[in-house]
Nanobody, 108 residues
């Protein structure tokens, strides 16, 4: 059984930065397969970033970066120059497994 745990969310002003972490528990985990999603109220969940093919949502390109620590089974989402439009619950994903989500709120 694989479980995911996100952390690092919070309140930040426009232009600020946050780094989210997602740590996996389980035996055979390829952290490179992990991906980040977000969901704002009233909107569909959308893919934000992947690690293995460095795919990013168009609106976050140049501002968000994914890194990983395979030994720690952890994926990191580094978010810079945050905008109010980035406000959402952020989730990490591993194939069919989802984390519980962490709230990111960017003030205006």
């Amino acid at each position: 059984q694989v479980t995911l745990m996100e952390s690092g969310g919070g309140l930040v002003q426009t232009g600020g930065s946050l780094t989210l972490s997602c740590t996996a528990s389980g035996n055979m985990i390829n952290v490179n397969v992990m991906a980040w999603y977000r969901q704002a109220p009233g909107k569909q969940r959308e893919l934000v970033a992947t690690s293995y093919n460095t795919r990013y949502l168009d609106s976050v390109k140049g501002r968000f970066t994914v890194s990983r620590d395979d030994a720690k089974k952890t994926s990191y989402l580094h978010m810079n120059d945050l905008k109010p439009e980035d406000t959402a619950v952020y989730y990490c994903n591993y194939i069919t497994i989802w984390g519980q989500g962490t709230q990111v709120t960017v003030s205006t």
